[in-house]
């Protein structure tokens, strides 16, 4: 056998491995890139909420400091925090409480978290933003009675009541393990002191 005729021939390689490898590779960064996409949108609505809720409660507080104690003051604030979280699904806002604050940095009372209380803070549901403007005021449906506009002070002299309005509203974040499903927001203003 003579050296001069051995010829040297490329080795190919088979692509499988290469291709296993590839799909592999691809379905780990294409999951991985999936789960980026899913929490930015989480992050996404979770703002939204949050927002929303802040926006609320400061239009919220707004509508009651020009209200004062007109009969349909909380009628106006619940269509100030309506208005405020329209870009929230219809069952975005959970809860609206309307509370004496004792200054601008109050906390909302511990009983109001649970319901009305008298003389101290009327709590208002989702299905509540939808009610006419006929049931505020009026001793028909009693909602906005345990702390009755009319018995807000808006007296120069004695000094106006703080009003506070915290909205709750509620995260569309589907299977988020880490952000909240229920945001909380508070607002509040000094009512715009009357002509006595």
Not at 13 to 40: H, N, Q
Not at 59 to 69: D, Q
Not at 77 to 100: C, E, H, Q, T
């Amino acid at each position: 056998m003579q050296i001069s005729n051995l010829r040297l021939r490329p080795v190919r390689r088979s692509s499988r491995p290469d291709r296993g490898a590839t799909t592999i590779e691809a379905a780990l960064v294409g999951g991985v890139v999936l789960m980026l996409i899913f929490a930015i949108f989480q992050v996404v609505f979770f703002s939204r909420a949050q927002l929303a809720a802040q926006d609320g409660a400061s239009s919220g507080a707004r509508a009651a400091a020009v209200a004062a104690n007109d009969r349909l003051a909380d009628r106006d604030i619940l269509a100030s925090v309506k208005r405020a979280a329209s870009s929230l699904p219809s069952d975005g806002v959970i809860k609206v409480i309307v509370f004496k604050a004792s200054g601008p940095n109050s906390a909302v009372p511990t009983a109001c978290l649970s319901g009305a209380q008298d003389g101290l803070c009327n709590v208002y549901t989702a299905a509540d933003l939808a009610r006419p403007d006929s049931d505020y005021g009026s001793a028909s449906w009693g909602g906005d009675n345990h702390w009755p506009a009319s018995s807000r002070n808006v007296s120069r002299g004695a000094g106006t009541d703080y009003v506070g309005v915290n909205v709750q509203t509620s995260c569309s974040c589907a299977g988020a393990v880490v952000l909240p499903k229920v945001l909380s927001r508070t607002g509040i203003q000094r009512l715009e002191a009357g002509s006595a």
